[in-house]
């Protein structure tokens, strides 16, 4: 295998875009890896750290470098591709027929597009403060995807963004749904009376694909970014949310979504809430919900719930709804039934999730019934593992964690991380249940379930037909560009057992350990 290097001058390209298309180089003939990234020094560290550079190029931050490991006579052809995917797209012909380029800056693109109201920023955090302060100024919402923006940063560009009453989304939001328009990592779900707020991007995913699936729509799903509830930032963008979504027409219900703030944070939250006098739905996800109260306020325990109870309140119903659990007798049937299949010495499960609010729900229903959890971000009992890259006893994983990524895409986008794991888990001896999730939508790999099938089968295949069960849930609608029902059916031809939310899928995994234990 050999590494080439090539720097790109004045050629701009967003996070997301340059993940697809590394992602795509990576999967040509003979090609190993491939990672595309701004020559930040940020992003020189992580391509040092990840051992695709060996020494700091000469770049400048505005540089873009491309990064491909694969066999020497398919490295030309790699970069052919990256260049023509990196080529300046030209914008629709002027009133003299002229092609003219895409704009370059914020402020041209505003130009071409006055009646714009809302700008998507993807930069590098160097950057991105600067360019979301100049959105701001020229009047417009902004939707901030770039992380690496200090808590100071965020704190002056939420507070200057509610003086002039417009919304600020992020730092780090990488999901949103606005008046229809699904944003960065998002669903396409039908439009109707349910506002989400949340800060937890497959979170708003997760609540708003089951929502369209219930047969109810969303008027806008909001994000607030991950240190939005914190007690430095004070909630400023949920409650701008709330606010927003009070005053909006077509929204009827409001459902909020994060894990616990912080207590102060909390209480001025749902004080606004109560005061819309609509219907919300809170899922603080792993706080007491006995302490989530107040007028107009429903608390949920997951993100399932948090679906079922907006529909219910949505349709004019009672916000009731049963979780399914040991007791349930779909969950009992399905588990006896796997768990046959489970032979000593596997005891183990070991969930390899794409979506951190996913494997952060996982370890808080498993919490309870299983005491040796390990994982990477540990939450509740769980135990933080001894390497990433090893897993211990009952282990739940967050893949999209900065360790597995640096250098490369998500694996949302780029499946390849997460299928070398099940690869390497389905080969212990100790592993009864692999815990999938799969999120579908803008963004995401254009065929995650066909990638995921041809793993599993390679995987049965090597253990002639033997090894783990295999359960998972996916995310997202049948409207989506992966399409759900297509997606559904490439899983089970493959044998996997599939559920209709993350929480059923953890629950189901659960009973089947426990069963194959007895």
Do not use: W
């Amino acid at each position: 295998m050999e590494t080439r290097t090539k720097i790109y001058q004045n050629i701009y390209q967003d996070s997301v875009a340059l993940m697809r298309i590394s992602a795509t180089i990576s999967d040509m003939p003979g090609i190993e890896q491939a990672s595309g990234l701004m020559g930040t020094t940020t992003n020189l560290d992580l391509l040092l750290e990840s051992g695709l550079l060996d020494a700091r190029p000469n770049t400048k931050p505005s540089d873009l470098l491309f990064v491909i490991k694969g066999k020497p006579e398919a490295l030309d052809d790699a970069f052919t591709a990256a260049e023509i995917a990196l080529a300046p797209k030209e914008s629709s012909e002027s009133s003299g027929g002229v092609k003219r380029l895409a704009p370059t800056s914020l402020l041209g693109a505003l130009e071409e597009a006055p009646m714009a109201n809302l700008a998507l920023i993807s930069t590098p955090g160097e950057f991105a403060a600067a360019e979301a302060m100049k959105a701001l100024r020229a009047g417009l919402n902004v939707l901030l995807f770039s992380d690496n923006i200090s808590v100071e940063q965020e704190i002056i560009l939420k507070k200057y963004a509610a003086e002039k009453s417009l919304l600020f989304m992020g730092p780090d939001c990488g999901t949103a749904i606005i008046s229809g328009v699904p944003l960065a990592f998002a669903n396409v779900v039908r439009q109707g009376n349910i506002g989400i707020i949340g800060a937890s991007g497959t979170g708003i995913q997760q609540v708003s694909s089951l929502i369209d699936q219930l047969g109810s729509g969303v008027s806008h799903a909001i994000g607030t970014g991950g240190h939005d509830l914190s007690k430095e930032v004070g909630g400023l963008t949920m409650l701008a949310g709330i606010h927003a979504l009070a005053n909006d027409p077509h929204t009827k219900v409001i459902t909020l979504i994060s894990k616990p703030p912080a207590k102060e944070v909390a209480d001025k939250v749902l004080a606004a809430a109560s005061n819309t006098g609509k219907p919300i739905v809170v899922n603080f996800l792993g706080a007491d919900a006995s302490q989530i109260k107040g007028p107009h306020i429903t608390a949920a325990s997951t993100l399932e719930e948090a679906a079922h109870r907006a529909v219910a309140l949505d349709k004019g119903e009672a916000a009731d709804f049963t979780s399914a659990g040991p007791e349930d007798l779909g969950i009992n049937e399905r588990s006896k039934i796997i768990a046959r299949t489970i032979k000593s010495p596997q005891r183990y499960l070991r969930g390899l999730y794409t979506g951190g609010t996913f494997c952060y729900e996982a370890q808080l229903l498993l919490q309870n019934h299983l005491s040796d959890i390990c994982s990477n971000g540990p939450v509740g009992n769980a135990q933080k593992m001894t390497s990433p890259f090893r897993s211990e006893g009952h282990t739940v994983i967050d893949l999209g964690d900065d360790v597995f990524t640096r250098g490369k895409p998500h694996p949302m986008i780029d499946p390849t991380p997460r299928n070398e794991r099940i690869l390497q888990e389905a080969n212990d001896p100790e592993t009864a249940v692999i815990l999938l999730d799969v999120v579908l939508g803008y963004g995401s790999h254009d065929d995650p379930a066909g990638e995921l099938a041809k793993t599993i089968g390679a995987a049965r295949t090597s253990l002639k037909g033997s090894g783990p069960a295999y359960i998972a849930s996916i995310c997202g609608t049948v409207n989506d560009p992966q399409n759900l029902a297509d997606q559904k059916a490439k899983l089970e031809a493959g044998g996997v057992t599939l559920c209709a939310s993350n929480a059923e899928a953890v629950i189901l995994a659960l009973q089947v350990v426990k069963r194959s234990q007895q």
